[in-house]
């Protein structure tokens, strides 16, 4: 299973997502210190009933928790975009 088919299962179980998109920005970051050492870096637009009430900051930490130990171990860098379905809308 590739990094990105990881992520996006990662998040599908722990946010049920109405959309998700998942990015793999390593690329662009060539050379970069975090590039280096194998971890990617990446962009995820998420958009869940589970962002209905919180506020950014924990909306992002919920997706380092869905993420686990990934962010050791793949992820390098993480931009996350986080909606509700009515932001989204």
């Known amino acids: 299973?590739?990094?990105?088919?990881?992520?996006?299962?990662?998040?599908?179980?722990?946010?049920?997502?109405v959309a998700l998109e998942v990015v793999d920005d390593s690329h662009k970051h060539a050379g970069?210190?975090?590039?280096?050492?194998?971890?990617?870096h990446f962009t995820v637009r998420v958009t869940s009933e589970a962002f209905v009430g919180k506020a950014p900051l924990a909306r992002h930490r919920a997706v380092?928790?869905?993420?686990?130990?990934?962010?050791?171990?793949?992820?390098?860098?993480?931009?996350?975009?986080?909606?509700?379905?009515?932001?989204?809308?």
């Open 1 to 17: 299973m590739s990094r990105i088919e990881r992520i996006r299962a990662a998040l599908e179980s722990a946010l049920q997502p």
């Open 32 to 40: 970069h210190e975090g590039a280096r050492d194998g971890r990617g």
């Open 64 to 89: 380092y928790a869905a993420l686990g130990d990934m962010m050791q171990t793949d992820i390098h860098a993480l931009a996350i975009e986080a909606r509700t379905p009515a932001e989204a809308a």
